[in-house]
């Protein structure tokens, strides 16, 4: 997603990847042209990992949303095999596809205005809590967000964190592919509903729950700039392992108001509902042939229930 996603937790776990189990193809087991399904190679670049099949290969690239000049350049073999690709796919396509939802969330925005006074940002956030953003983004951009359900408000914060942390999504890695291809076609593997639906996920009371944790990550903004730089560290020296265990934490920081049930549905509306999606999609690209270059969110590559995984379990990976 663009602008970084959704809460400070998600924020930071839309950042990470976890290391997952490489099919070796050297020394052991069948050529790749005699195997009847695809494998998995874990390439050495930075979170970046080949499904090669018999008809071509798909490339994953696992992307931060957001980055500093430090990310760059890429890797030459990264650039190569996107330059090369028959096929481009990001989460939301292109630049057009990207400015379209643009447009699209801002007609959502405007549906998402609260006439309840009972339920105004004024009214159900602690006093202390509006000091803070008063300070933090002023008294009238405040009474303006106070208008609309809590996920609009939050978009804004979590984009102010980042900021302060120095990342911003214009260095972004999925802009700079979507730069460099030009006036090639990408696909999308979601589709702007589908991408909106994520970030205004929950009730109002959900929404609330994540806002106020938002405030405390920005009231806390050493602590969440630390991390955020942590997360950037751990990607840019590709460190799966450590990135591995920071995502597990991260998963369950959830808000204590959440059950675990709620928090689970959570997380699979943010990721595992649209892996199951984009893992049916690859198994298609590899059928189809020629070599196809994805580019999209980490944390959509990793661990139990990443794409990768989902393909294992439903036979479409050895």
Known sequence: MIA????????????????????????????LSELSKPVLIERPERFF???????????????????????????????????????????????????ALVGEMQTVIMKNMNTDPKKSLLNVLSEDELVFL??????????????????????????LLTFKAGMDPSDGIDMYLMQRAENKKIEAL??????????????FEDQLALLKDSIQALRDIDKSIAEVHTIRDLYLSNNRKKLSALLVELLLEVPSSFSEKK???????????????????FDE??????????????????????????MRQKNMLE
């Open 4 to 31: 970084f996603k959704y809460v400070k937790k998600i924020a930071l776990l839309l950042m990470l990847s976890i290391a997952l189990t490489a099919c070796t193809t050297t020394g052991q087991g069948k050529r």
């Open 49 to 99: 990992w080949e499904i090669r099949g018999n008809k071509g290969s798909v490339y994953v690239l696992g992307t931060i949303h957001v980055a500093d000049k430090k990310f760059y350049p890429l890797e030459k073999n990264v650039l190569r095999a996107f330059d090369k690709a028959d096929r481009l796919v990001s989460e939301i396509g292109g630049m057009a596809e990207m400015e």
């Open 134 to 159: 008063y300070e933090m983004i002023g008294d009238d951009t405040m009474h303006r967000f106070a208008l609309f359900n809590p996920w609009v408000l939050n978009t804004v914060l979590v984009q």
């Open 190 to 203: 979601d589709t702007a509903e589908q991408q909106i639906a994520a970030l205004s996920y929950g009730t």
């Open 263 to 281: 928090a689970q549905a959570y997380i699979d509306a943010l990721l595992t509902d649209r892996n199951r999606i984009w893992a049916q999609k």
């Open 285 to 310: 690209y590899l059928r189809e042939g020629g070599d196809t270059f994805v580019f999209a969110g980490t944390a959509h590559f990793l661990g139990k229930s990443s794409v990768f995984e989902i």
